[in-house]
C-alpha cells in the first residue's frame, strides 16, 4: 500500500485557520486522499477526501498538489472542539481493498 | 439516527479468560468492519464483512481471534485464551456498502491483566 507521512503533532490558535500537511510521494493513479480525525475517547470520524480537485464541506477543505503527491487538509477556523488526531489515508478503491490503513497521524493541539 | 455502537465500552478480563465483544452497525449497512488501536498509535485493521460472510480477516493476528456476523447486522468478535498484549481498544465501524464512507463506533477498551 502507499504510505503517508504526516508531522507528529501541531499546534494552532482557536479561531485561526490551521494546515495539516500530508505527502504521499508514492502515491498511484487511483488512490483516494481520505481525511479521518479522531477525538480523544472516540473512535475516527470521517472528514473528507478526494482524487484531483479541491474539495470543500462544512468540515474542512482539501487542496490537493497538481502532481498528487502531498495534500492539506485545511480547517478555517479552529475551535478547541478541533483538538484531535488527523490521519491521512490512501484508499484504493478495489475489491480487496476496503480496509483503512491508518499511520500514527497528527496530533493537532488548539490554544485558547 | 443511531450511530454504531459497541458493548461494553470496558472489559477488564484475566489473563487465559475469553472474552466477547459486540457491535451494533448503522441500521442497513451492509459492510462491517473491526480495527484494533493499541496506545499511541493509529487503528489497525483486522478483519471485514460483507453481508454475513468475512470477506478479508487477514488483519486477524492469530487463531485465538475470531469474529462472526451470523444474520448480516451485529458482530461478535471472540478472544480466547487473552494475552496481556491484547489490551488494546477494539473498534468497529460500518459503511453502507463496500468502499462507501465508514463510521466508527466508540471502541471497546479491553484490559488483559
Known amino acids: 500500500d502507499a504510505k503517508t507521512t504526516q508531522p507528529n503533532s501541531m499546534e494552532s490558535n482557536e479561531e485561526e485557520p490551521v494546515h495539516l500537511p500530508c505527502n504521499h510521494s508514492?502515491?498511484?493513479?487511483?488512490?483516494?486522499i481520505h481525511w479521518y480525525r479522531q477525538l480523544p475517547s472516540q473512535g475516527p470520524e470521517y472528514v473528507i477526501h478526494?482524487?484531483?480537485s479541491n474539495v470543500n464541506n462544512r468540515m474542512a477543505s482539501l487542496a490537493i498538489a497538481e502532481d498528487r503527491k502531498s495534500s492539506t487538509l485545511i480547517l478555517h477556523r479552529a475551535t478547541l472542539r478541533d483538538a484531535a488526531v488527523y490521519y491521512c489515508?490512501?484508499?484504493?478503491?478495489?475489491?480487496?481493498?476496503?480496509?483503512?490503513?491508518f499511520g500514527t497521524g497528527t496530533r493537532l493541539t488548539i490554544i485558547p | 439516527g443511531a450511530g454504531v455502537s459497541q458493548t461494553p465500552s470496558n472489559k477488564v478480563t484475566e489473563k487465559g479468560k475469553y472474552v466477547e465483544l459486540r457491535c451494533d452497525p448503522i441500521?442497513?449497512?451492509?459492510?462491517l468492519y473491526w480495527y484494533r488501536q493499541s496506545l499511541g498509535q493509529g487503528p489497525e485493521f483486522l478483519i471485514y464483512?460483507?453481508?454475513?460472510?468475512?470477506?478479508?480477516d487477514s488483519g486477524l493476528p492469530n487463531d485465538r481471534f475470531f469474529a462472526v456476523r451470523p444474520e448480516g447486522s451485529v458482530s461478535t468478535l471472540k478472544i480466547q485464551r487473552t494475552e496481556r498484549g491484547d489490551s488494546a481498544v477494539y473498534l468497529c465501524?460500518?459503511?453502507?456498502?463496500?468502499?462507501?464512507?465508514?463510521?466508527f463506533g466508540p471502541g471497546t477498551r479491553l484490559t488483559v491483566l
Open positions: 508514492t502515491i498511484s493513479g487511483t488512490d483516494y
Open positions: 464483512f460483507q453481508g454475513t460472510g468475512a470477506a478479508d
Open positions: 441500521s442497513g449497512h451492509t459492510a
Open positions: 465501524a460500518s459503511s453502507l456498502s463496500l468502499a462507501d464512507t465508514q463510521y
Open positions: 489515508i490512501l484508499r484504493l478503491y478495489n475489491f480487496g481493498n476496503e480496509k483503512l490503513t
Open positions: 478526494g482524487l484531483t
